[in-house]
Structures are given as C-alpha cells and as structure tokens.
C-alpha cells in the first residue's frame, strides 16, 4: 500500500515560485513512475508533470519551461518546483502514483496579487 502526503502549497503572487512536495510510503518507492496532477475550481483535474523511475520527465504544455519535476529515491520523496507562476496555474495539486492508482490528498495553490 503507498500512502502519499503533498505539502508546499500557498498563496504566491504572480511570476513567483513555489516547491511542492509529494512524501511516500513504501520501501519500493524507487521503481515507481509518479506524477502531479492539478485541479482548478470547474474544472476536470489535469496532468501536468510525470517522471519515470529512470528520472526521466514530461509536462503538459501549459507549464513547460516553468515547471521541474524531480524525484529523491533516497526520501521517497517527488518535487514540483514551479517558476514564473501565473493566474492560471491556481488550482489544488495532486500527487499520484498511475500503477497503483493512490493520490494525495492535495494541496492548494494560490496565484494572486
């Protein structure tokens, strides 16, 4: 069973950053392709990053060059570090787990001025 716990959301003014966190259970988090989801308020939840086991990622078009996804295998621990943020990017983050199906429970993230 893999148990996922995001944190690093808040409230940043555009063009600011912030790092989120995913922190996961399980011995065998190293094998593991992770990935962020996000889910504006109306609107369906969203992929936006994904890394494989291997380090090696993809990004939705709308955060490219933006946004990093790194993993730390030794933490069993995933990151979203997001740059220049915009209005847009508001929305509660998610992390998941796609071969088991598990999600975090969110954390929001708040673009304003």
């Known amino acids: 069973q893999v148990q996922l716990v995001e944190s690093g959301g808040g409230l940043v003014q555009p063009g600011g950053s912030l790092r989120l966190s995913c922190a996961a259970s399980?011995?065998?988090?190293?094998?593991?392709?992770m990935d962020w989801y996000r889910q504006a308020p109306g609107k369906q939840r969203e992929l936006v990053a994904g890394i494989t086991s291997g380090g090696s990622t993809n990004y939705a078009d709308s955060v490219k060059g933006r946004f990093t996804m790194s993993r730390d295998n030794a933490k069993n621990t995933v990151y979203l570090q997001m740059n220049s943020l915009k209005p847009e990017d508001t929305a509660v983050y998610y992390c998941?787990?796609?071969?088991?199906?598990?999600w975090g429970q969110g954390t929001q993230v708040t673009v304003s001025s």
């Open positions: 998941h787990e796609p071969r088991g199906g598990h």
């Open positions: 399980g011995s065998i988090f190293g094998i593991y392709a």
